[in-house]
Antibody
């Protein structure tokens, strides 16, 4: 059974950066993509970007361009999402998920990482 | 970016009811449409992918239909464990985009 296990909750100051990890089991990195989605408190789902680890290419939502970097370490099957210049509006649960290439659905998802931005 | 619009935003239903949620794309997405269920405090789970394919392990009371711009998620007989929020998501193009969600309440 494929699992994605994310790093723990973070509390950050405005203006700082956060780096969330997502470790995958199985053949995920050789075949699939990894995508990142966030959910602010009481809000819907928002796509941040994704990476195809076997190729190394990343795509980002325009809203986060210049502020987010998604990387993948194939040797440890771990993906990372780093978001900089944090504001209170970045307070959210951040999820990683496996993306099926060609079809584009997300399954499974990690458990989520709460990032709180507060002075 | 492709805009995804779900309706209704919320609905009240009873156990045993037939429930239909619609999702409209701002341009054609062929059949690149996926449905997720999310319960409070939990990560979303995929129910339907490619508009009408049922994810293994998902009960057959869930079904999806549609193509191009108009899609539907149907729950044929609502069960207590189905009270949740449902999202559609297009995978036709980057950026991936979600509908705003439909909350199914008792």
């Amino acid at each position: 059974q494929v699992q994605l296990v994310q790093s723990g909750a973070e509390v950050k100051k405005p203006g700082s950066s956060v780096k969330v990890s997502c470790k995958a089991s199985g053949d995920t990195f050789n075949i699939y993509g990894i995508t990142w989605v966030r959910q602010a408190p009481g809000q819907g789902l928002e796509w941040i970007g994704g990476i195809i680890p076997i190729i190394g290419t990343s795509n980002y939502a325009q809203k986060f361009q210049g502020r987010v970097t998604i990387t993948a370490d194939k040797s440890t099957s771990t993906a990372y999402m780093e978001l900089s210049s944090l504001t209170s509006e970045d307070t959210a649960v951040y999820y990683c998920a496996r993306e099926f290439r060609g079809g584009g659905w997300f399954d499974p998802w990690g458990q989520g990482t709460l990032v709180t931005v507060s002075s | 970016d492709i805009q995804m619009t779900q309706s209704p935003s919320s609905l009240s239903a009873s156990v045993g009811d037939r429930v239909t949620i619609t999702c409209r794309a701002s341009q054609t997405i062929r059949r690149y449409l996926n449905w997720y269920q999310q319960k409070p405090g939990k990560a979303p789970k995929v129910l339907i992918y490619a508009a009408s394919s049922l994810r293994s392990g998902v009960p057959s009371r869930f079904s999806g239909s549609g193509s191009e711009t108009d899609f539907t998620l149907t729950i044929s007989s609502l069960q207590p464990e189905d009270f949740a929020t449902y999202y559609c998501q297009q995978s036709y193009s980057i950026p991936r985009t979600f509908g705003q969600g439909t909350k199914v309440e008792i």
